[in-house]
């Protein structure tokens, strides 16, 4: 028992010893996580004037399919460092609704180191942050919203695995140089003055005006914008005077912003709107569906409530028309989840007991169409039997005219002639 406890006591020793080296942590960490920039990008930090351990920031762009990471330069602008494409999101343009509309959000985002995932069944993971203060404050629920590997999207953004570790290690490499959280900038599209103008009528126009502003900010300045919540939606590069501070819900209080800041901003949209104007007047591409508000994240939801219950439902979520009809897919299946399995194990049982009484059915009356079949072929294969020849000289007696007819008379003599005659041939 001693020796037990001395050999305990030697193994905690060790543990606490080894234990908080961040090498050691680091064996219990997947080695794709602590896989390395390639020397391409480190070359292209160097010529840029970037650290390898510099702060970052992410921009997101749903109809592009484009992730940017951006880098903080030694001047403190920042510049983009890499770009690579997005394997899969899911929904539509638009922001995240609601648990289930399965919208990859769009807005402005943070995450932290506790946020990040190196042990994600989905190869490498961050969680983005959602919901965030403006979310909270409009009401807007979801959880578990990433940039991960595996191509697999219900909601998030989704990458390759290799694409991840790229990315994953571009924020590693920043917290470890003392990034307290990374700004993630999630947008519907470029918010160019021509992609503006194509979606002037889409019913998320006023939300998209509202994170062009940050989208604005960050293009004039290379700096990621400060971000706040007040009245419910977003203000940027704001600062409250008086110790005043922001209230998501409540009003927004009094702030001030660098002179510098307004005057290149007021330039900024003096040449968008000329080029909106422009662009309006011209012919563009035509808009992407986007999401229908409210109204249709929760049918989309509804829709994802019965698929994760393992019910058969469309394989493709449903969508609002803008006349307020629904269209969805007329092919029919199951998530594959443990639900989902044992539903799909019932109805392949119910199916089989189904399928084994109609083959029994089927079975039976074949049987009986045989029988009966036989029946009529041994019918007419049978003879009718033979009707027993009549007595010839009764037979010719029935044919001779009865006594004291017309002819009797004539005939008398003719009739004992031939009865005569009859009897002579059968021993009469």
Same mark, same amino acid.
């Given at each position: 028992?001693?020796?037990?406890?001395?050999?305990?006591?030697?193994?905690?020793?060790?543990?606490?010893?080894?234990?908080?080296?961040?090498?050691?942590?680091?064996?219990?960490?997947?080695?794709?996580?602590?896989?390395?920039?390639?020397?391409?990008?480190?070359?292209?930090?160097?010529?840029?004037?970037?650290? /390898?351990?510099?702060?970052?920031?992410?921009?997101?762009? +749903?109809?592009?399919?484009?992730?940017?990471?951006?880098?903080?330069?030694? $001047?403190?602008?920042?510049?983009? =460092?890499?770009?690579?494409?997005?394997? +899969?999101?899911?929904?539509?343009?638009?922001?995240?609704?609601?648990?289930?509309?399965?919208?990859?959000?769009?807005?402005?985002?943070?995450?932290?180191?506790?946020?990040?995932?190196?042990?994600?069944?989905?190869?490498?993971?961050?969680?983005? @942050?959602?919901?965030?203060?403006?979310?909270?404050?409009?009401?807007?629920? *979801?959880?578990?919203?990433?940039?991960?590997?595996?191509? !697999?999207?219900?909601?998030?953004?989704?990458?390759?695995?290799?694409?991840?570790?790229? =990315?994953?290690?571009?924020?590693?490499?920043?917290?470890?140089?003392?990034?307290?959280?990374?700004?993630?900038?999630?947008?519907?599209?470029?918010?160019?003055?021509?992609?503006?103008?194509?979606?002037? $009528?889409?019913?998320?126009?006023?939300?998209?005006?509202?994170?062009?502003? @940050?989208?604005?900010?960050?293009? #004039?300045?290379?700096?990621?914008?400060?971000?706040?919540?007040?009245?419910?939606?977003?203000?940027?590069?704001?600062?409250?005077?008086? @110790?005043?501070?922001?209230? %998501?819900?409540?009003?927004? %209080?009094?702030?001030?912003? %660098?002179?510098?800041? /307004?005057?290149?901003?007021?330039?900024?949209? $003096? /040449?968008?709107?000329?080029?909106?104007?422009?662009?309006? $007047? *011209?012919?563009?591409?035509? %808009?992407?569906? !986007?999401?229908?508000?409210?109204?249709?994240?929760?049918?989309?939801?509804?829709?994802?409530?019965?698929?994760?219950?393992?019910?058969?439902?469309?394989?493709?979520?449903?969508?609002?028309?803008?006349?307020?009809? #629904?269209?969805?897919?007329?092919?029919?299946?199951?998530?594959?989840?443990?639900? *989902?399995? /044992?539903?799909?194990?019932?109805?392949?049982?119910?199916?089989?007991?189904?399928?084994?009484?109609?083959?029994?059915?089927?079975?039976?009356?074949?049987?009986?169409?045989?029988?009966?079949?036989?029946?009529?072929?041994?019918?007419?294969?049978?003879?009718?039997?033979?009707?027993?020849?009549?007595?010839?000289?009764?037979? =010719?007696?029935?044919?001779?005219?009865?006594?004291?007819?017309?002819? @009797?008379?004539?005939?008398?003599?003719?009739?004992?002639?031939?009865?005569?005659?009859?009897?002579?041939?059968?021993?009469?």
């Amino acid at each position: 028992m001693l020796t037990k406890l001395a050999r305990y006591g030697l193994l905690i020793v060790v543990l606490g010893v080894a234990g908080c080296t961040e090498s050691s942590m680091n064996d219990f960490v997947p080695q794709h996580a602590n896989r390395q920039l390639p020397e391409k990008i480190l070359a292209t930090m160097r010529a840029k004037d970037m650290d /390898k351990n510099a702060p970052i920031m992410a921009r997101v762009f +749903k109809e592009e399919n484009t992730v940017e990471i951006w880098k903080q330069k030694r $001047n403190g602008r920042y510049d983009l =460092i890499a770009t690579y494409p997005i394997c +899969k999101w899911s929904g539509k343009l638009g922001p995240k609704f609601t648990e289930g509309d399965r919208q990859a959000p769009e807005g402005f985002y943070t995450v932290r180191p506790s946020q990040m995932n190196p042990r994600s069944q989905y190869h490498l993971a961050f969680n983005i @942050g959602f919901p965030n203060a403006y979310d909270r404050a409009n009401g807007r629920t *979801g959880s578990n919203l990433m940039v991960h590997g595996a191509c !697999s999207s219900a909601g998030c953004y989704s990458m390759t695995d290799a694409q991840i570790e790229e =990315i994953y290690a571009f924020g590693r490499d920043a917290f470890r140089g003392g990034q307290t959280e990374i700004q993630i900038q999630a947008f519907p599209f470029r918010m160019t003055a021509a992609n503006m103008a194509r979606y002037r $009528n889409d019913p998320n126009y006023e939300f998209w005006k509202m994170l062009k502003v @940050g989208y604005d900010h960050f293009e #004039i300045t290379k700096v990621p914008p400060k971000v706040d919540v007040c009245e419910r939606r977003y203000v940027f590069n704001q600062i409250p005077v008086n @110790g005043a501070t922001f209230n %998501p819900t409540g009003p927004c %209080p009094p702030t001030t912003q %660098p002179e510098s800041l /307004k005057v290149a901003y007021a330039a900024y949209q $003096n /040449k968008f709107e000329s080029a909106f104007k422009a662009a309006v $007047n *011209g012919s563009t591409p035509p %808009p992407r569906p !986007s999401i229908l508000g409210t109204k249709e994240a929760n049918i989309v939801a509804e829709w994802s409530r019965r698929r994760a219950r393992g019910e058969r439902v469309p394989i493709e979520p449903p969508t609002l028309n803008p006349d307020g009809t #629904i269209s969805q897919s007329t092919r029919m299946g199951r998530i594959d989840s443990p639900v *989902g399995r /044992k539903m799909a194990a019932l109805d392949a049982e119910k199916a089989a007991r189904k399928r084994a009484e109609e083959e029994k059915a089927a079975a039976v009356a074949a049987a009986k169409a045989a029988k009966e079949l036989e029946k009529q072929r041994l019918a007419e294969a049978t003879p009718a039997p033979a009707t027993p020849p009549a007595d010839a000289a009764t037979a =010719i007696a029935m044919q001779a005219p009865l006594e004291g007819s017309p002819a @009797g008379a004539a005939g008398d003599g003719m009739v004992s002639k031939v009865k005569k005659r009859l009897l002579g041939m059968f021993g009469g």
